[in-house]
């Protein structure tokens, strides 16, 4: 029988299968592919006319919570726990959880089950609320509002490479921290390089915790960089382990236009209240960067740690300080951050890590910084010639070292203090010397003949390296500490044999025949460490550590708590530890005092987007 179609019919389906084709056309349009549902996905059309997103929904977006590289091997009891699991839900869940009578109940237990979860504090981070601090951050009615009421989005980063022991109170720190920022302004990156013990583990727990409480967050295990450890170069290691760390922060930006406002980056243990309190000295300071201090526990005492990627303001290495010396034999060697340390104010330094710290993303990764280290170290592992070192070779130190010369050189970028603007000016060196760094002096431009300054600047640096020559001779030596835990075993000691390199001659001290833009005329990059906010390693006594510090009685709060008025530039030259070759985290490093001119970097670095 032939199926006789009218052509009313035919229009009829002519319309259906055009509106179909339609509702495809715009789906496609308006909303994003499907197709990789968890990676960050691109706004539609639709979203991106009607919605801004201001918060981190993920029930809206799951692709904001994510997992790469778990795990997934079969183990030994798979069957064993899958049994179990089942078994519980089909006797003890499934039928209530689908009886209506009991569907306010559920909720009921999952709220709870949130509220539980928001209390959880760790091992350590219970006893943060009972340490000293001088000026009574602890005390009950200290909520941080400015903080959680500007509605910002914060992201924190975690590396972590074998050091379980710490996850769990960086987990209730996370935790802390939503609870006064808000579950959805927060994004956390954790990053496993390679661990060997139960940070996967561990991560499985971060992940059920923050699906829960519906915090976003990407949770990324990476091989470690080669499989012969000896093979790989440490601070290339490390800068990227960070920019793995750091990829959900561009991705964000480039595909949802989703601008954090602070990235902190969680090391060891820090309590939540130091950290809120980095921030807000962050945000009064309009600071690139803020660390705390990183605290480790040595025959019985308690020394500073990072001594390696901290400098103060005249490129001087930290002092490895005892957590109870009097001030002045405090970690910072400069006069000016010797006497705020101690009254425990904030003070300008030219590089640190030292534990937690908070960048200010706006003044580094969105203006494309990110972790680099030097490429000339020499591989051990391969047949190469021990390269022949050009005096005037980079300091070839660790990746936040670089990160920070980043930082100084992108802020000089715009130009000399006051707004004057350019490269154009040259000054007398010597000129300017009296009057140190000192903020508003922005010294009077004048003509010179156009080859003094590299004349001069090459002068600086043969002396610099005659300086170094003799330091390595002396002061290669080998950090032999074996085990690997994430705490502070990339210190160099310091004993007679390791002393830090003195000063640079002063440029008084040099002829004044040559002219060039002194560090101090560039605007500076506000780079800080705020001695409250401490960081510590496992087994370290926290009240005795915080008694040391900051004593019994409290401080006067002057005003001056958090923001510092006067900005300084960058040393000329500083203490450069380095490690020229592969051999991983406990290779050999050897020290030198390198000479540091911004008109050069500045100058290299326009050089380098030029072409
Ligand atoms: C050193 O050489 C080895 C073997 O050629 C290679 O696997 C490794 O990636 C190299 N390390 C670095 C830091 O380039």
Redesign the pocket.
Known sequence: MAIVITPGQQRLGVRVALGVLLIIVFRSILFPSNTQPKEIQSHGVLERVLLTDKYLDVHKYPFLQHRTGRDERPDLFDKEVNDGVMDFWTRFQKPFITGSETAHLDQQVVRGAIEDLLMFNGWVAGACPTLKRPFGQNSMDEHFEDLANQGHLYYIGIVVHSADHFLVDQLAVIVQLARRLGTRNIFVSVLDSASTDSTATLSDLCEAVMITLGIAFRIKRVPPM?H?PS???YP?EEAQARNYALEPLHELWQKRSVKFHKVIWLKGFTCPNDVLESLRVSEVNNAAMVCGMDWAEHNGFFIFSDRWRTRDIEGNLFRQAKSNSKPEAGPPRDKTGTERYANHLPFQVFCCESGSHVVDPEQSYYRGIDYRASEM?Q?L??TELPPDWDPEYQCMDSTQMWFCRDLWTDAAKDGLKGGKGGLSGKVPIGHNRKAGHKRDEVPPAAAAEPNAAELKAHERDEKAEKQAVEFAKRQAIKDDKEQDSGTDNDAMAESDENAAPPPMPAQDQLPASAYLIPNAAFTPARILVNPRCITTYGGVSHTQLALDLFGTKGHEDNGGKYALEDWMGPPDSFVCQEMRT?GGRTAPKSQRRVGWLLQNEVSRRVADMGS
């Open positions: 080669t012969e093979a790989a170069y290339l170290a591989n592992s391969s592969t």
